[in-house]
């Protein structure tokens, strides 16, 4: 099984909501992901996630928190966004980090009013 | 820092034509390099990956790689277009050590023309 889930689908917020996204995998990998994927654009990463403590942060603004409850769940935390956070997020995971595939998720398509 | 180079935002073909994406790498140390697809609402699948074994990297769908380190270039090839080969194509790049991060490509969308 290589499935990385994600839910919801879908996500409708007002700027001053509190969302979650969420993430999941059953591979046994150590290493998760959050990209941030606008329209016509690549992936642009956010988070890394190895061995449940946070190796990367790219300079991502505080109203995205991200949390790694266990080694198989990710979060992100989503409060006070702007209209321009509004785009496809997706989850990854890998074995490791480096040259191990990452698999991901279908995403979850957000849209910030 | 390393980054990969997609030429080409957009390539049309004919169903059965070959199929060339280009992709570039700059790195300062060997890469590793990967050709990835998304469908239209969907998330990333690999297609294939050169992680310093051989050079010409197979994968799946009928796609392959040749990593030429004089030209340094990852393109991706396969020999006959299908309708279902429509997509976007990104190519990426990681280092071997330190931070171990994918980077992508701009990304160039296959158009498969009957």
């Known amino acids: 099984d290589t499935e990385v889930t994600q839910t919801p689908k879908h996500l409708v917020m007002g700027m001053t909501n509190k969302k979650s996204l969420k993430c999941e995998q059953h591979?046994?990998?150590?290493?998760m992901y959050w990209y941030k994927q606008k329209a016509k654009k690549p992936p642009e990463l956010m988070f890394v996630y190895s061995y449940e403590k946070l190796s990367i942060n790219e300079s991502v603004p505080s109203r995205f928190s991200p949390e790694c409850p266990n080694s198989s769940l990710l979060n992100l935390h989503l409060h006070a966004l702007q209209p321009e956070d509004s785009a496809l997020y997706l989850c990854?995971?890998?074995?490791?980090?480096?040259?191990?595939?990452?698999?991901f998720g279908p995403g979850t398509r957000l849209t910030v009013l | 820092a390393q980054s990969v180079t997609q030429l080409g935002s957009h390539v049309s073909v004919s169903e059965g034509a070959l199929v060339l994406l280009r992709c570039n790498y700059s790195?300062?140390?060997?890469?590793?390099l990967f050709w990835y697809v998304q469908y239209p609402n969907q998330g990333l699948q690999l297609l294939l990956k050169y992680t310093s074994a051989a050079t010409l990297v197979k994968g799946i769908n009928g796609f392959e790689a040749e990593f030429k380190k004089s030209e340094t270039s990852f393109h991706l090839t396969k020999p006959s277009a299908h309708m279902r080969d429509a997509a976007e194509y990104f190519c990426a790049v990681t280092r071997p050590t330190g931070r171990r991060a994918l980077t992508f490509g701009s990304g160039t969308r296959l158009q498969v023309q009957p």
């Open positions: 990854a995971s890998s074995q490791a980090t480096g040259k191990d595939t990452q698999y």
């Open positions: 591979m046994g990998h150590r290493a």
């Open positions: 790195s300062s140390v060997p890469p590793y």
